[in-house]
């Protein structure tokens, strides 16, 4: 006879399958951080912390959710213990984040500046710059153009004709020998709009992303440290054990018996 009420079972699945989400969702968050940060190398502990929670979280839903189902106290311990290390390292980590919000996107920017002159820099970041100024219609980082250099990509050009022509500049050579011998970027426009900005608004929603993460499955984690506790606790009580019965009956002697005793 389960000595857990099913009700509370399938809550308790249920609650699991949910954390379990929360797992992929840092798995795939970590995937999208991953791709992003990818060319900053100093970044790489926070993509593998990610990595790492998502699936440690992935696996302690699973082992509670089994545990669960087969009211197996020594799995609802383990369980219980995991996920009271885990809301305390969530919490952990979260709080310092959300204060260090401000100075880590102060951080990103620098590394941008960093890169500066874009025409300079590495190619796979070039590349991922063009992408993105293609989608954007913006260029440079912070400057504009003249982020680029010498070397300015088509990418910046402003050539779509949905572009206001207040979003477009017209660009003009820093290189003496190109103001000089070079006439066609006199009517060159490219756009007014640096991506930096862009950039760091989508940065901005990616660490409020992760933060949402991380606060939500602190939360989901005290929520299943309690639960796991009722189930423990339930599991180890002793079933209701029926009333006694004693068997020594009570039978009224036959009258024959009595009588001969009175005589």
């Given at each position: ?21 929360f ?11 991953h ?14 912390s990610?990595?790492v ?18 009211e ?15 809301t ?11 204060i ?6 102060l ?19 070039q ?8 989608t ?11 982020d ?14 949905y ?8 660009m ?23 991506c ?36 423990i ?31």
């Open positions: 006879m389960p000595k857990i009420n099913p009700c509370f079972k399938k809550t308790f699945v249920v609650f699991n399958v949910l954390f379990a989400v797992g992929l969702v840092i798995l795939a968050v970590a995937g999208l951080v791709l992003f940060l990818e060319e900053f190398d100093e970044k790489w502990s926070v993509v593998l990610l990595y929670t998502g699936g440690v979280t992935f696996i302690i839903a699973t082992l509670g959710a089994y545990g669960a189902h087969t197996n106290k020594g799995l609802l311990i383990a369980f219980f213990t995991l996920m009271c290390t885990g305390v390292i969530l919490f952990r980590v979260a709080v310092p984040v959300a260090l919000r401000s100075e880590m996107i951080t990103m920017k620098t590394e941008m500046n960093h890169l500066v002159p874009l025409d300079r820099t590495r190619p796979n970041v590349y991922m710059l063009v992408m993105f100024q293609k954007f219609q913006c260029c440079g980082f912070f400057n504009g153009y003249q680029w250099g010498e070397e300015v990509p088509d990418s910046c050009d402003c050539v779509s004709t572009v206001h022509p207040d979003e477009c500049q017209q003009t050579s820093v290189s003496a020998y190109k103001r000089i011998f070079q006439l066609s970027n006199k009517s060159r426009m490219v756009y007014k709009e640096p930096g900005p862009v950039l760091m608004q989508y940065l901005n929603k990616i660490y409020s992303s992760i933060l949402g993460v991380l606060f939500g499955l602190a939360a989901l984690a005290l929520l299943g440290t309690v639960m796991s506790l009722a189930m606790i339930r599991v180890s009580a002793t079933g209701h054990s029926p009333l006694p019965t004693f068997g020594v009956s009570y039978i009224p002697p036959k009258y024959s018996v009595l009588e001969k005793n009175i005589k």
